[in-house]
């Protein structure tokens, strides 16, 4: 999106270089993103939404800003089909039985994205495509998306909200972009649950209302595949935003998502990269989540 954007090309290549230093990469089982189809993007998205991105790409060299931080060029289009392709191939392969779970190093993001709209960093929503994908191409009754990002899921939200095949739980910064997520009490649909933490929130309080909040509503949902959006921006040496987790965190996390989906899901995840911008923090932060889902922690 620019030399000076975080969500930048370096970020897969970090991650890529702590799965090698790690070790962990001999252990993975890696595979190609194919393209998404156009009729997957509008399980989500709206044909004006589409517009945005496949008719707005600008001549080799520029950019075209459709906010102030989401901008496209010449391989936009194809790299956000391949981002989507790599949700939906993942969950072809896990509930085919063919992976038990599965990890999408993918950029563009895509929380951000909303049915009518790719915004703030993301140009079509990844994880609520292939959610999508499993419930109407492979007729799965109830799954979950846990949203771990540092930013509130607003277009996930947008998609599902209401919608009681999807529980969606997550927590993010607030005060922060994009300033949503917040709803007064008694208000929120009831397949929502959203936890808004102050800035400098470490990771014994965010344990804490995990425990409290997200793993109840995941025992009474029952999902028959966990979706994670996995961003690991709430890095305590990310500086998009400033809370406090570190990699032990994200384990952490991971492993109590890792049992819910054991329990009710046949150990079924996908997950897929969302936010984090320290590069370093981004690639271990990977590995700590990668290695509780290869069951090598
Ligand atoms: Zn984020």
Redesign the pocket.
């Known amino acids: 999106m620019g030399d000076w954007h975080p969500e930048c090309p370096a970020r897969l290549q970090a991650i890529d270089d702590q799965l090698i230093a790690s070790g962990l990469a001999s252990l993975l089982d890696y595979r190609d993103a194919p393209l998404a189809s156009l009729d997957a993007l509008s399980l989500v998205h709206t044909d004006a939404a589409i517009a945005k991105v496949r008719d707005h790409l600008p001549p080799a060299g520029e950019y075209h800003p459709i906010d102030a931080d989401t901008l496209l060029n010449e391989f936009s289009w194809q790299a956000a089909l391949r981002a989507a392709g790599a949700a939906i191939a993942a969950t072809d392969a896990v509930l085919g039985g063919d992976a038990d779970n599965a990890f999408c190093a993918i950029r563009p993001p895509g929380h951000h994205a909303t049915p009518h709209s790719p915004m703030g960093f993301c140009l079509f929503n990844n994880v609520a495509i292939a959610a999508t994908h499993a419930l109407q191409v492979h007729g799965l009754q109830r799954v979950a998306i846990v949203d771990f990002?540092?930013?509130h899921g607003n277009g996930t939200e947008a998609v599902f909200s209401g919608d009681p095949r999807v529980l969606m739980v997550s927590f993010f910064q607030h005060p922060l972009y994009p300033y949503s997520g917040v709803h007064p009490a008694g208000t929120a649909p009831a397949n929502l649950v959203n936890i808004p933490v102050p800035a400098y929130t470490r990771g014994d309080t965010l344990r804490e209302l995990v425990q409290r909040h997200w793993l109840p509503a995941l025992e009474a949902h029952r999902p028959e595949l966990l979706f994670i959006s996995a961003?690991f921006?709430a890095h305590r040496e990310d500086e998009?935003a400033t809370m406090g987790l570190v990699e032990a965190d994200y384990a952490w996390l991971t492993r109590q998502l890792v049992k819910v989906a054991q329990r009710h899901a046949h150990g079924r995840i996908v997950s897929c990269l969302?936010?984090g911008y320290a590069l370093s923090a981004l690639g271990r932060s990977v590995v700590a989540h990668l290695k509780v889902l290869a069951g090598v922690d």
């Open positions: 990002d540092v930013h961003g921006d998009i969302e936010g």
